[in-house]
């Protein structure tokens, strides 16, 4: 049975058990918002001396980020002007189906000001053209090298490329068993027993403590225990488990820093780790957490 949490909020005089903090890929994220979250996230770095992540979580980000600020490139340059876009996403766009899209949006394309339409338009295509250079670049500024490798996912090294005609472009990984470009399997396989326990933690929750998520973390464990090879197939395999690998290739840190409340409680709880989470309401401040 998994170890009980309890949350705290943290305190002004908070000292962490050790220096260094691991950021999985909702902090990398989160630090593109607005000041609600970036404030609080400065207020947990400030109290580390080293920032750690994965390399994984550049693959994650790019789906997440970079991805949104490409579809908003393409769209700014269709439509012509910052105010079309901002009226397709809001009135076009179905909500329901590209949630992700109208979030970021609020995120991405709303700092932009100027004289009149047209400066808006280019300041917002030239922060988003800077924002698609630095690529997956985004991660490493923020942490401190080296990065944790355990994957050496080509995908995390591959990052944004620029087609012929100057466009940048992310795509996401159509990694194969057929042809091998990571070690995910022999990652898999090294850390077999550590992966055991996160799926028998997830097995001895109640169903309704399960999300969608853990509950899938739990299948592609299971069949990865037959053949690790199976996670070689990005869709059905290793995206399917992407945040548990990035914990799993936090071990060594002792703490941890996410929004992820659901997974990284448990998660952080089979490795032993201190969780600082960031919950969306900012009333909330910060709160952490420890296995018990």
């Not at 943290?10 to 909702?26: G, K, M, N, Q, R």
Request: aromatic letters at 10%; one cysteine or more; a positive charge.
């Amino acid at each position: 049975m998994a170890a009980s949490t309890s949350f705290a909020s943290l305190a002004d005089d908070h000292v962490p058990i050790t220096t260094e903090v691991f950021l999985d890929t909702s902090i990398h994220c989160s630090r593109l918002k607005g000041p609600l979250f970036v404030d609080r996230i400065a207020r947990v770095l400030s109290l580390f001396r080293w920032r750690g992540t994965s390399t994984y979580a550049k693959v994650e980000f790019g789906n997440v980020i970079l991805a949104q600020a490409q579809y908003y490139l393409r769209k700014l340059n269709e439509l012509g002007s910052l105010r079309r876009l901002k009226d397709f996403i809001g009135n076009v766009l179905p909500h329901s189906l590209h949630s992700a899209k109208v979030v970021w949006s609020f995120n991405l394309l709303e700092n932009h000001y100027g004289r009149d339409e047209k400066e808006c338009s280019e300041r917002a295509r030239l922060s988003l053209r800077r924002l698609m250079k630095l690529g997956v670049g985004f991660v490493e500024h923020s942490c401190d090298a080296p990065l944790k490798d355990g994957t050496q996912c080509y995908w995390a090294i591959r990052g944004v490329q620029r087609k012929r005609n100057g466009e940048l472009l992310w795509q996401s990984p159509v990694c194969s068993r057929q042809h091998k470009r990571c070690k995910i399997d022999d990652f898999f396989v090294e850390n077999r027993e550590t992966f055991i326990r996160i799926k028998a933690a997830i097995d001895a929750l109640p169903d309704d403590q399960k999300s969608n998520q853990l509950e899938s973390f739990s299948a592609v464990i299971a069949q990865a225990l037959a053949d690790p090879a199976c996670l070689l197939d990005y869709k059905t395999g290793c995206k399917k488990l992407a945040d548990a690998i990035i914990a799993v290739d936090s071990i060594g840190f002792k703490n941890m820093f996410s929004q992820n409340a659901a997974e990284s409680t448990l998660l952080t709880k089979v490795l032993g780790q201190v969780f600082y989470y960031l919950p969306p309401n900012p009333e909330r401040g910060i709160e952490i957490s420890a296995a018990t």
